[in-house]
């Protein structure tokens, strides 16, 4: 009977997890179509379920959007490192930075919902940080990759730069991906690297491996 019972709960416990990951792919998708402005309706029609089922997985449109571009992120950021040059961890951490100005090359749906969202929320990338972003560089300036004096001043310069790089690329369309490089690499001595070493970063080879979204 134990093992019956068991054997209902996993399959359950898949059933669910298998809804779950189907509604996050509908957010994605609705993301790269709408935007965040898209409503719980337009989710559930999509996603062709009620909109109690959504509330049975999610707490709120919020917290499925989220969860929805933060997988995009993630896998995002696995693929953007495979295959990466060697290099120490501020010069790795600026070749995702870049990859992500060509992401409509790479990644057409992600480059959609950068679009979409950065279009009704253009510091949308300063707000979704939550710190993890600043801490990671905070590391790096105690280290001595970075400048640590200013610190928190530069943290705002870089941020309100690298935002204003993906509006220009993804929304504006202002720059092309080439040109958003170029500001980048100026953008750089915010951090209190050298116009050489700036050069160097900027002149690493990105590796682009095929992808499938």
Do not use: C
């Not at 990859?99 to 409509?104: E, G, H, I, N, Y």
């Not at 959609?112 to 979704?128: G, R, S």
């Not at 400048?147 to 993804?170: C, M, N, P, Q």
């Not at 953008?187 to 160097?200: F, H």
């Amino acid at each position: 009977m134990a093992g019956k019972q068991q054997e209902t709960g996993n399959r359950q416990s898949a059933y669910s997890a298998r809804n779950r990951a189907r509604l996050i792919k509908d957010a994605q998708e609705i993301l790269a179509e709408i935007g965040p402005s898209a409503t719980i309706e337009q989710i559930a029609a999509h996603a062709e379920v009620s909109i109690q089922t959504i509330y049975n997985y999610f707490e709120s449109k919020d917290q499925l959007f989220l969860k929805a571009m933060r997988e995009m992120w993630e896998g995002f950021l696995l693929w953007s490192r495979e295959g990466a040059s060697p290099g120490d961890r501020f010069e790795m951490l600026q070749d995702v930075g870049r990859k992500l100005l060509w992401a409509r090359k790479t990644h057409p749906v992600l480059a959609k919902v950068l679009h979409n969202t950065l279009t009704e929320i253009p510091d949308f990338f300063i707000q979704a940080d939550e710190g993890v972003g600043k801490e990671v560089y905070r590391e790096m300036a105690a280290s001595g990759l970075v400048k640590e004096d200013g610190f928190d001043k530069r943290w705002v310069l870089w941020t309100s730069i690298y935002s204003g790089l993906l509006v220009a690329v993804h929304v504006t369309e202002e720059l092309s991906p080439a040109e958003a490089e170029e500001a980048y690499g100026i953008g750089l001595l915010v951090w209190g690297v050298s116009e050489a070493k700036a050069k160097k970063i900027m002149s690493r080879k990105l590796v682009f491996t095929p992808v499938t979204e």
